[in-house]
């Protein structure tokens, strides 16, 4: 699996857009790029997940550059409940497979009042 | 919204004894997962289960760990003699199987703690 590099930390004030970048230089075609949080020592919980177009959900926006060697995670606006540990995982699409998950250490992401 | 529920919330057992984490996966999943956590460090992932037998597993899952889905809707993973060092996070985790974007979703966790 391709790896990922994710700072370790950042910080965002309550109410602004939360920019979590990742940097996977080496992914393939058949990989997707997933992103998870851990709050606390809670299960990971997930957010999305794209391959190479912008994607938004109900939690969050996936903007994966052209050459997908990069991605950033936008909470557009962030509350204190979303400081956790942000994950930013590659894992390969091919058809059958166990596909399970290798987790970083992830981008500590503190929502400050 | 299903979810992955995961019994007890908290194990507290002494070393060398046999414990069992259990798991209710979403039904209609087909693939179910044990990651564990040890405190401060990353999720590590155990093991792999699909169509009753495992799919791949870690270097982790050493003979003292075995799983098993004894009825169409829990999902278990026993250490046969515990040790401190097995003292951490257990995540359970299934997804549905029906194609290679399908997401897993994770339980809450069983904080495992041997003493």
């Known amino acids: 699996d391709a790896k990922t590099t994710q700072p370790p930390s950042m910080d965002c004030a309550e109410g602004r857009a939360a920019n979590l970048p990742c940097n996977h230089s080496?992914?393939?075609?058949?990989?997707?790029v997933y992103w998870y949080r851990q709050i606390h020592s809670q299960g990971p919980q997930y957010i999305i997940h794209g391959l190479k177009n912008n994607e938004t959900n109900e939690m969050a926006s996936l903007i994966i550059t052209e050459d997908r060697k990069s991605s950033t995670l936008i909470l557009p606006h962030a509350t204190l409940r979303d400081t956790a540990v942000y994950y930013c995982?590659?894992?390969?699409?091919?058809?059958?497979?166990?596909?399970?998950?290798?987790f970083g250490k992830g981008t500590k992401l503190s929502v400050i009042p | 919204e299903p979810e992955v529920t995961q019994t007890p919330s908290h194990q507290v057992t002494q070393m060398g004894q046999e414990v069992i984490l259990r798991c209710v996966p979403i039904s209609n999943h087909l693939y179910f997962y044990w990651y564990r956590q040890i405190l401060g460090q990353k999720v590590e992932f155990l093991v792999s289960?699909?169509?009753?037998?495992?799919?791949?597993k870690s270097e982790i899952f050493d003979d003292q760990f075995s799983v098993e889905r004894p009825d169409g809707s829990n999902f278990t993973l026993k250490i046969r003699s515990t040790k401190l060092e097995d003292s951490a996070m257990y995540f359970c985790?299934?997804?549905?199987?029906?194609?290679?974007?399908?997401?897993?979703?994770f339980g809450p966790g069983t904080r495992l703690t041997v003493l």
């Open positions: 995982i590659v894992r390969p699409y091919s058809g059958a497979g166990s596909y399970q998950l290798t």
């Open positions: 080496t992914i393939s075609g058949n990989e997707y």
């Open positions: 289960f699909y169509n009753n037998e495992i799919s791949e």
């Open positions: 985790a299934s997804r549905d199987g029906t194609g290679g974007t399908d997401t897993q979703y």
